[in-house]
C-alpha cells in the first residue's frame, strides 16, 4: 500500500473512532439525562444521532480532500459528485 494512501487509511479511522466516541457519549448522556427525566435529554439524544449521520459525510469530505492533495482527478470528481448529492439533500428541505 502506497504512503499516500496509508496516510488516508489513518485520517479516515481517527474522523471515524473520533465520530463514534463522540456520538456514543452524547447518547450515554442523552439517556442519563433522560432516566432523571431532565429537559436537556431529547437535545442531547438528537445530537448523538446526528453526530452518528455525519460519520460517513466527513469520511466522504476527507477522501475528497486527499484527492485533491494527491492530484487525483478521477477521485476528486466523483467525490465531488458524491458532495454535491449530500449538501442537495441537506440544503433542499430547508
Do not use: C, N, Y
Request: glycine residues 6%; proline residues 4%.
Amino acid at each position: 500500500m502506497s504512503r499516500d494512501l496509508r496516510r488516508l487509511e489513518t485520517v479516515i479511522t481517527g474522523i471515524m473512532r473520533a465520530g463514534v466516541a463522540l456520538s456514543a457519549t452524547a447518547l450515554i448522556v442523552g439517556l442519563v439525562l433522560a432516566a432523571m427525566a431532565h429537559p436537556f435529554a431529547p437535545v442531547a439524544l438528537k445530537a448523538g444521532l446526528i453526530l452518528l449521520m455525519m460519520i460517513p459525510a466527513a469520511r466522504i469530505l476527507a477522501s475528497f480532500g486527499d484527492a485533491i492533495v494527491r492530484r487525483d482527478a478521477l477521485l476528486a470528481a466523483a467525490t465531488a459528485v458524491v458532495v454535491t448529492v449530500l449538501l442537495w439533500q441537506i440544503l433542499h428541505p430547508l
